[in-house]
T-cell receptor
């Protein structure tokens, strides 16, 4: 199956700093990628849809100025958590679908554990 | 309305037993459903999917049942193994027209040897 890779797998940062998380589709092109956040023992909550070459679409309640998304190419989307605070500590997961594919299957990255201290 | 994340229920089974994990989805307009397995510290892994024009689909050791009348999905795992221990999520898509998976609350499956 298609592979989606996230980097880093985990990161610890100080409160007030910014952190960038990368999501790459390794063997396919993805016009659209999705970013989810998952708190411990909870489900995945969609944060935003990342569109190649255009602005991301954010879900209600997600601050677009805090969670900056850039989808500069068909294989890379980045999520930057700006001025991170301890409440932003979470597991961030991206997913992608194959461009132009009939299948609606979404492929998920391995996730990034963010801890803000 | 949209599914909301809640704390995870737990299902404990003995190795070799069959497991049944249930899920209630929220949007009657959803037409494509997926079951994912998530191991600790990892992203979701696709298990099996089903479209709304079907009520049953079988894979290797897994079966998904769909009851559209009551908006209910189930995942049956035959001869459960310790490696099946994980959190299982159902996801619904299609209602928004762009097939973005919306996840249910998940069930933690614990398999005892």
């Amino acid at each position: 199956g298609a592979v989606v890779s996230q980097h880093p797998s985990w990161v610890i940062c100080k409160s007030g700093t910014s952190v960038k998380i990368e999501c790459r589709s390794l063997d396919f092109q993805a016009t659209t990628m999705f970013w989810y956040r998952q708190f411990p023992k909870q489900s995945l909550m969609l944060m935003a849809t990342s569109n190649e070459g255009s602005k991301a679409t954010y879900e209600q309640g997600v601050e677009k100025d805090k969670f900056l998304i850039n989808h500069a190419s068909l294989t890379l989307s980045t999520l930057t958590v700006t001025s991170a605070h301890p409440e932003d500590s979470s597991f961030y997961i991206c997913s992608a679908r194959i461009q132009g594919a009939i299948s609606t299957e979404a492929f998920f990255g391995q996730g990034t554990r963010l801890t803000v201290v | 309305g949209e599914s909301v994340g809640l704390h995870l229920p737990t299902l404990s089974v003995q190795e070799g037993d069959n497991s049944i994990i249930n899920c209630a989805y929220s949007n009657s307009a959803s037409d494509y459903f997926i079951w994912y397995k998530q191991e600790s510290g990892k992203g979701p892994q696709f298990i099996i999917d089903i479209r709304s024009n079907m009520d049953k689909r079988q894979g290797q050791r897994v079966t998904v049942l769909l009851n559209k009348t009551v908006k209910h999905l189930s995942l049956q795992i035959a001869a459960t193994q310790p490696g099946d221990s994980a959190v299982y999520f159902c996801a619904e898509t299609g209602a928004r027209g762009s097939y973005i998976p919306t996840f249910g609350r998940g069930t933690s499956l614990i398999v005892h040897p």
